[in-house]
C-alpha cells in the first residue's frame, strides 16, 4: 500500500471499477474511524464496461491509470497496491444444506465441524455445476456458514456436543475466471498489484449496514450503471446475495431513444434534470431541443417501475418469498427521482422505510480531502477499503499433484480448499467406508456399514501435512487419495433376531426351539452370508412336524394346538400349547393334514365390561375356503383373522370381545410387539397384540 504518515495508519487504495466510472478512495484507519485522504472519480471515455463487465481491458486499464496518477499527485506518493471489487453480475450463490452421520455418540471437535463446511462447499459446487448454463470456469470466492444443527435441531456451536449427526446451512459463492482475470489485468496494465478482493454486495453493506443492525432482516440495494446488487441480512449475518442487469444505463438508453441522441448526451440530460427545470439539448439531427425535467420524469417513470418490480422480486426470492422489514438504497443509480418511493410500493412496505443511504452511513468515515463527495455513490469505495482490514484476499497459485492451480486467498486456505478446487471430492481425502450391505428383515430395510478404510496421504512440499495445513503460494501439494474399507458382511445367524427364543409348550414340558428364517423364500441356516438385496423372514412359528423333528421324537395318537384338533402341518406360535399321544398310531389325514389348510381357533369366553379381551370363536363354516387369513396373538391367545386380503390393527376389535363402552375413570391400553400401537398400522403374520383397560388413578392395569 501507499506510505506512512506520522500519527497514522497504513494507507488504503480501493478502487471501485464501475460500469459508468471508476472511483478511487485513499485513506487509513485510526482507531474506529476511517480517515478518507484523496478522492478520485473518471468516467469511461467509451463504453469499455457493460452490465459490470469489463468489455476492453486496454481502455479500462487506462482510466485506472489515470485515476491512480491524480491520487498520487493529490498524496505525494506511490501507489503500488490495490483493493478491488467484483460486480455482481457475475456473481453466483449456492444456499445448501450438508449432513454428516456417525455410527455411535460422537464428540463434536473442530475438524469435524471443518469437515462438515468442506463437505458443504462441495454439496454447493455440485448444485451449481448442475445449474451452470455456461462454458465457463467457475471459482468457489469463499462460503458464509449460516445455521448449524445437532442431531436436527438448530444450535449455535457445535464443538463438544455429543451428536449421532451434525448439519450446516451454508451460502457458497463463485466468480469465472474471466472475470477475475480481466480485473486483474486491468488493474496490472495500471502497474498496480491486487492487495484484496471482494465481492461488491460485500463491500457496500460493510458501511451501509452495520453489525449491530444485521439481526434486522433487511435488504441493501446498490443501484449502479449496469447492476442493481442486492445483499440480505437476517439473523446477524448476511444470507444471500443477489443481482439484476437493470440499473442506471438502462433508463438513459430510454432517454437516447426518447430524444434521439447519443449516450452521453441522453446521460447529462438525465443527470441535468434532477437538478435543473429543464434541459437544452441538440439530437442526432442537429436541431436544438428542450425537455422539461416533469417530462424526464415522466417518460422514465414507467421504466423505474419496472426496475423495481424486477428489484423487489429478487429481494423476495432470496428472503424466502417475502418482503425484508426495510431497504437501504447506496449507489449514483439510486438517486432516480421516484426510486425509493416505487421499490417501497412494489414491496408492500411503508415508503419511510426505504432510503437512500449516504452521508448517514459515514459517521465513522472521516474526510480530510478538499471539497469531498460523501454521498450514496461513495458508500461502495470506502467500503472496498474497509475489506482490506476485514480480510485480506487475492489470488495465489499452488501446484496440486502436479496441476496448476488459482485459488482465491481469504488467508487462511488449506490443503482442504485447494483439494475442492481442483474438485476432488471429500471422500478422497477421508477414510472410505467398504460397501455397504442392505437387505429387509421381516420387510423393513437394513443397512450394515463397511468398515472404514486408510485416510489419504498428504505432502505439502515434501513435509507430511493433513488437510487442515495452510497452504501459500507457490506451494507444492502432493495427495495420495484415501482407501476404501472392506465391503460390509453378515452371516444369518447374527441377526438380532436370530437370538430370541421361540418358547412353546409341548406335552406339558417347555422347549425353546431356535428361530429360523426364509431368504428370499427359501430356508437356510445360520451361516449363511446374506446378500445385497436380500428378502429375510425370520419365521415366527414352527409347524408340529418340524417340533417333533428338533426334539427327534415320534408323534402318535390325537394332536391338540391349544387344545383344538390339528395335524402334522398346523402351526405352532410363540406360548402355544402342543400335545400328542406318542404310543398311539396316527390315520394318514391325521398325519398328511396340510399346513396351509390348518384353522386355529380358540374357545369363546365370556367377556364382562372391564375384563381384557379374548378371541372369539369362528365355526370353521363362517370362513371363506378362498378367504386370506392372518393368525396374530391378542393377550397371549392366537386369534384368526380372515376375510380381508390385508389387516390393520383396529380390525383386531371384530374378532375379540371387548367392551369399548365401560371408558369412565379408564383408559383403553394398544400395544402391537411391545410398543404402543397406531389404529391403522398393516398387521403381520404372528403379532403380538395387548389390549386392556387401565386405571386411569391407579396407573394400573384392570
Not at 2 to 23: E, H, P, Y
Not at 605 to 634: F, L, T, Y
Request: proline letters at 3%.
Amino acid at each position: 500500500m501507499a506510505a506512512m504518515r506520522d500519527g497514522q495508519g497504513q494507507l488504503v487504495f480501493g478502487l471501485d471499477i464501475g460500469t459508468r466510472s471508476i472511483v478511487g478512495t485513499v485513506g487509513y484507519i485510526n482507531g474506529i474511524k476511517f480517515h478518507v485522504l484523496a478522492q478520485c472519480i473518471r468516467e469511461h471515455d467509451t463504453r469499455a464496461m457493460l452490465d459490470g463487465q469489463i468489455h476492453d481491458i486496454a481502455r479500462v486499464g487506462q482510466t485506472i491509470t489515470y485515476v491512480k496518477e491524480q491520487l498520487e499527485s493529490e498524496l505525494n506518493c506511490k501507489l503500488t497496491k490495490v483493493c478491488i471489487a467484483a460486480a455482481g453480475r457475475v456473481l453466483r450463490t449456492i444456499t445448501t444444506h450438508a449432513e454428516q452421520k456417525f455410527d455411535e455418540d460422537h464428540e463434536v471437535t473442530a475438524e469435524d465441524v471443518y469437515s462438515l463446511s468442506t463437505l458443504g462447499v462441495e454439496v454447493a459446487y455440485d448444485e451449481f455445476v448442475k445449474s451452470n448454463d455456461t462454458d465457463m470456469k467457475f471459482y468457489c470466492v469463499g462460503y458464509t456458514p449460516m445455521r448449524y444443527y445437532l442431531n436436527g435441531y438448530q444450535i449455535g456451536n457445535l464443538e463438544a456436543h455429543k451428536a449421532r449427526s451434525i448439519g450446516i446451512d451454508l451460502i457458497a459463492t463463485f466468480l469465472p475466471d474471466d472475470v477475475v482475470d480481466g480485473l486483474y489485468k486491468a488493474v496490472e496494465q495500471a502497474g498496480l498489484e491486487v492487495a484484496n478482493m471482494t465481492l461488491e454486495p460485500i463491500a457496500a453493506i460493510q458501511l451501509a449496514i452495520p453489525e449491530k443492525f444485521r439481526m434486522l432482516n433487511m435488504a441493501l440495494v446498490d443501484v449502479g450503471a449496469g447492476t442493481s446488487d442486492i445483499s440480505i441480512t437476517r439473523e446477524g449475518t448476511i444470507t444471500a446475495y443477489g443481482m439484476i442487469p437493470v440499473a442506471g444505463d438502462s433508463l438513459t438508453e430510454v432517454l437516447v431513444q426518447h430524444c434521439l441522441v447519443d449516450f452521453d448526451t441522453a446521460e447529462n440530460i438525465k443527470r441535468r434534470a434532477d437538478r435543473e427545470e429543464s434541459v437544452d439539448y441538440v439530437d442526432i439531427m442537429g436541431l436544438p431541443q428542450t425537455i422539461t425535467a416533469q417530462e424526464v420524469k415522466d417518460v422514465l417513470s414507467g421504466h423505474v417501475n419496472e426496475m423495481t418490480e424486477q428489484v423487489a422480486s429478487c429481494i423476495r426470492e432470496l428472503n424466502g418469498d417475502k418482503a425484508v422489514s426495510a431497504v437501504f438504497v447506496v449507489g449514483g443509480g439510486g438517486i432516480i427521482p421516484g426510486y425509493t418511493e416505487s421499490l417501497a410500493r412494489q414491496l408492500g412496505i411503508p415508503a419511510e422505510r426505504v432510503a437512500i443511504r449516504g452521508q448517514e452511513v459515514m459517521q465513522s468515515v472521516v474526510f480530510e480531502n478538499e471539497n469531498p463527495r460523501n454521498d450514496s455513490l461513495m458508500v461502495t469505495p470506502i467500503g472496498i477499503c474497509l475489506s482490506y482490514y476485514q480480510q485480506s484476499n487475492s489470488f495465489i497459485f499452488v501446484d496440486f499433484n502436479g496441476k496448476h492451480v488459482k485459488l482465491y486467498d481469504n488467508g487462511k486456505l488449506t490443503v482442504a480448499d485447494a483439494a475442492v478446487q481442483c474438485e476432488l471430492v471429500n471422500e478422497d481425502l477421508f477414510p472410505k467406508r467398504g460397501m455397504a450391505l442392505t437387505f429387509k428383515v421381516n420387510g423393513k430395510t437394513r443397512i450394515i456399514r463397511g468398515t472404514p478404510g486408510e485416510a489419504a496421504v498428504i505432502r505439502v512440499n515434501g513435509e507430511t501435512a493433513d488437510i487442515y495445513s495452510q497452504v501459500h503460494n507457490g506451494d507444492r501439494i502432493q495427495v495420495t487419495t484415501s482407501t476404501a474399507g472392506e465391503a460390509a458382511s453378515m452371516e444369518l445367524g447374527r441377526l438380532p433376531e436370530m437370538s430370541e427364543k421361540l418358547r412353546v409348550c409341548v406335552n406339558d414340558m417347555g422347549i425353546d426351539l431356535p428361530r429360523t428364517a426364509l431368504v428370499n423364500g427359501k430356508l437356510e441356516n445360520e451361516f449363511y452370508s446374506i446378500q445385497e438385496n436380500d428378502d429375510i423372514t425370520v419365521k415366527n412359528y414352527y409347524t408340529v412336524r418340524e417340533i417333533a423333528e428338533f426334539m427327534d421324537v415320534p408323534l402318535g395318537g390325537k394332536i391338540t394346538v391349544n387344545d383344538i384338533p390339528a395335524n402334522t402341518g398346523t402351526r405352532v406360535y410363540e406360548n402355544f400349547t402342543l400335545c400328542w399321544n406318542p404310543d398311539a398310531e396316527l390315520t394318514y389325514e391325521e398325519l398328511e393334514g396340510p399346513e396351509e389348510e390348518e384353522k386355529t381357533t380358540v374357545v369363546e369366553q365370556d367377556s364382562m365390561p372391564g375384563q381384557n379381551p379374548v378371541p372369539e370363536q369362528h365355526p370353521e363354516s363362517e370362513q371363506s375356503d378362498d378367504a386370506d387369513h392372518m393368525i396374530v396373538i391378542v393377550n397371549n391367545a392366537p386369534t384368526v383373522l380372515f376375510g380381508k386380503d390385508s389387516y390393520v390393527f383396529v380390525d383386531v376389535f371384530s374378532f375379540i370381545n371387548f367392551d369399548l363402552k365401560s371408558s369412565q375413570g379408564r383408559t383403553i391400553v394398544t400395544k402391537l410387539n411391545g410398543r404402543d400401537a397406531e389404529y391403522m398400522e398393516p398387521l403381520s403374520e404372528g403379532d403380538k397384540i395387548e389390549i386392556y383397560w387401565k386405571d386411569n388413578k391407579t396407573d394400573e392395569r384392570i
